[in-house]
């Protein structure tokens, strides 16, 4: 699995990321402020390097199908790496 740092710097060189839940939930993801942002329709979902990989967020937010939707954030960084 990629680390942090390597999707963070991925999601610079590149610009935009997406991700898929397995609902069906798009996100965007970009890079922001040291942090990894997913954005559904509404709302947004905060990624600090401390809860990577986690299901619940540190503010907690639930996360974890970014991380086993069926296009995860992995996939994404499989796909353009």
């Not at 639930?62 to 939707?69: D, H, K, M, V």
């Amino acid at each position: 699995m990629p680390t942090f740092s390597e999707v963070y710097g991925k999601l610079i060189e590149k610009g935009l990321g997406k991700a898929i839940s397995s609902r069906g939930t798009e996100y965007r993801l970009e890079s922001r402020n040291g942090n990894i942002i997913a954005s559904p329709k509404s709302g947004i979902l905060t990624i600090h390097e401390d809860c990577w990989g986690k299901a619940i967020t540190c503010q907690g937010t639930r996360a974890g199908g970014i991380y086993n939707g069926s296009y995860s954030i992995y996939d994404w960084y499989r796909d353009n790496n």
